[in-house]
């Protein structure tokens, strides 16, 4: 069953604005180095840059040619050179070798650094000390929001997550207040904000000194409420196995800025074809927030209705066949090869996640999720680092088990650890440092005593008895946060009750009916509550931080919600969102820094 608009809906803002704004003051910047120039882009600014001003529009602004920066020296022989960039020390470094090496040439150029979303006195300090802070002007363009989709915005930054959860470096905060204070301009006030999360308080700080800072317009408000909430009050949603469409496509193939590109063993030729998915795609709307249970019965419907489309030309006489030529032929054309593509994607999937493995590896991390059987889930896991099914797959099973078990006990911590690294390589001793960092791999502090207790045990009993007590003594001597919140949030349904995925009946449908994503049962609890009043108790075991501001002037809003994910978002939480918003009849924004899960970013 497709998800479809619903009665009432509200209508959403026009993102379109975002874009003409930002390819606006892109185009000012451009035109401050007038004449032709050369315009070298961060490789992964290309594609967002794509789509905001395309190679047509640069060329009409007098770019002549335009390079992906690598690092490395260049060839090209304009006068005039730009660079489009990130804040990254390491390239400015590049660019002040180049201009150095020019120097030194005796060649003169003009050259400019555009950074983007903003630029940092770190970069510019970089300049000085590399001494060609007079040879270069710098600029920054506020690119801080890309509209991916009618109902999705994304800040693009793809190192947010490492940089602000694992180093601690907080430079992404002011451009996240940005992002909101930019919104609130063009869109009017939100009434009411609510958030979670250390980064998610501090982004609201700085969105505040902006908004006192900036002059107040009253205008009708787009938006009704906004919700912060940082990744790191719920790591178990991104290390689930995704299997709502438009996730399984993500793993398989990689959305990149909204767009996919599929292989020849997908299109049926010798090529690969980038796709771009979005609402525009009438096929992928109305499958995309499905379980892919679902997916193969629908396409094959469609596909039926196409055929019945077409045949209607049987028949027809000069006039009607004009009329059917005009007005439906392009489009039974474009649907029928959007409808080829999407059957390609749905075989490949069926390929890997069919098998034996994949039913496996969900059937673990549901016993996972409830807390049943987590001895046989530890040897599952062994086997499956032993047979190296899967690199990622096999971090993040130990991530999932770690967390849902608030810390893996010494001896299998330690166990688990060594398997992996003879499985992967030494090298993956930083990764395992950089999960405890996050809380995402820990060993349980309270091991040594257990440890203590299982060899006086090993003396009376076999080494199965002992696994199976030392779980008991776990659960006993360190009671787990997840079950807890899984618990008072009734985040897993009760095992044994039947669950039909093709008329769900809640948001845990995004994970078979095996668990509701923790991020949306917050946002749909304190939404429902309008506040945290009642969830003291979870607040306290995410280790608070959560706020509730009312704004001064409240207005009549539209019915919809805008949250923002600090540190990336899953297509699982999106599908459930979409959901939750069918059900109380509302619109859910899903503002994101960067669309990719956590497993990827570390």
């Not at 892109?26 to 035109?31: A, H, R, V």
């Not at 050179?81 to 180049?98: A, E, M, N, Y």
């Not at 030529?325 to 890997?352: N, T």
């Not at 090993?458 to 899984?486: H, I, P, Q």
Request: net charge neutral; proline share 2%.
């Amino acid at each position: 069953m497709a998800h479809t608009e619903w009665r009432d809906a509200p209508e959403l803002p026009d993102f379109s604005l975002l874009k003409r704004l930002a390819r606006d003051q892109l185009i000012f910047l451009l035109e401050q180095l007038p004449g032709k120039k050369d315009l070298f882009i961060d490789a992964d600014l290309m594609s967002p840059l794509d789509r905001i001003a395309n190679v047509t529009i640069l060329k009409q602004h007098e770019v002549d040619k335009l390079y992906k920066v690598e690092l490395k020296p260049i060839v090209s022989s304009s006068d005039q050179l730009c660079f489009l960039i990130r804040p990254r020390i390491q390239t400015v470094k590049w660019i002040s070798d180049l201009v150095n090496a020019d120097k030194v040439a005796g060649r003169f150029r003009r050259y400019k650094i555009i950074f983007t979303p903003q630029k940092f006195y770190a970069c510019e300090t970089v300049l000085e000390e590399q001494g060609v802070y007079g040879d270069v002007t710098t600029d920054e363009w506020n690119f801080y929001i890309l509209p991916l989709d009618d109902d999705i915005l994304s800040l693009e930054l793809p190192e947010f997550f490492r940089d602000n959860f694992l180093e601690g470096d907080q430079r992404w905060v002011t451009t996240a207040g940005s992002a909101l204070h930019l919104l609130q301009s063009v869109y009017g006030s939100f009434s009411k904000v609510y958030g979670i999360g250390r980064c998610a308080k501090m982004v609201y700080e700085s969105w505040r000194e902006l908004m006192e800072e900036g002059e107040q317009r009253t205008r009708q408000p787009e938006f009704a409420k906004v919700f912060l909430v940082d990744r790191d009050v719920d790591f178990v949603t991104p290390l689930c196995s995704q299997v709502v469409y438009e996730g399984l496509v993500d793993d398989l193939f990689r959305i990149k800025c909204g767009t996919v590109e599929l292989g020849p063993d997908v299109t049926s030729s010798d090529k690969s074809i980038k796709v771009m998915l979005n609402s525009q795609d009438k096929v992928f709307s109305e499958i995309r927030n499905e379980h892919f249970s679902n997916v193969f019965g629908f396409l094959s419907q469609k596909a039926k209705n196409l055929q019945t489309a077409y045949d209607k030309r049987r028949g027809m006489d000069i006039q009607q066949m004009k009329a059917f030529v005009s007005d439906e032929l392009k489009g039974l054309k474009q649907e029928h090869r959007l409808l080829s593509l999407h059957i390609g994607a749905s075989e490949s999937m069926m390929k890997k996640k069919t098998k034996q493995d994949f039913q496996e590896l969900l059937k673990t991390e549901h016993s996972l999720l409830e807390g049943f059987e987590i001895r046989e889930c530890i040897t599952y896991i062994e086997e499956h680092i032993n047979r190296q099914v899967s690199m990622i797959d096999s971090l993040r099973l130990l991530c999932l088990l770690s967390i849902t078990e608030n810390g893996l006990l010494s001896k299998d911590y330690r166990s688990l650890k060594a398997q992996y690294l003879q499985s992967y390589g030494i090298k993956h001793l930083l990764t395992f440092a950089n999960l405890r960092q996050l809380g995402l791999l820990e060993e349980q502090q309270a091991g040594e005593t257990l440890t203590v207790m299982e060899s006086k045990v090993g003396k009376l009993v076999n080494d199965k008895t002992v696994g199976k007590l030392t779980d008991a003594f776990s659960s006993l001597a360190k009671k787990s946060n997840f079950r807890a919140l899984s618990k008072r949030l009734a985040l897993v349904p009760k095992s044994g009750e039947e669950y039909d995925l093709r008329v769900p009946r809640d948001m845990a449908y995004v994970f078979s009916g095996a668990y509701i994503p923790l991020s949306c049962k917050l946002i749909e609890q304190v939404l429902e509550r309008d506040g945290w009043t009642g969830l003291e108790e979870v607040t306290r075991m995410l280790n608070g931080q959560e706020f509730a501001v009312t704004a001064r002037n409240k207005t009549d809003a539209q019915r919809i919600v805008l949250v923002m994910f600090l540190g990336g978002c899953t297509f699982s939480e999106i599908s459930a969102l979409r959901f939750l918003g069918k059900e109380r009849d509302a619109y859910y924004v899903k503002q994101i820094e960067y669309m990719v899960n956590i497993k990827l970013s570390i």
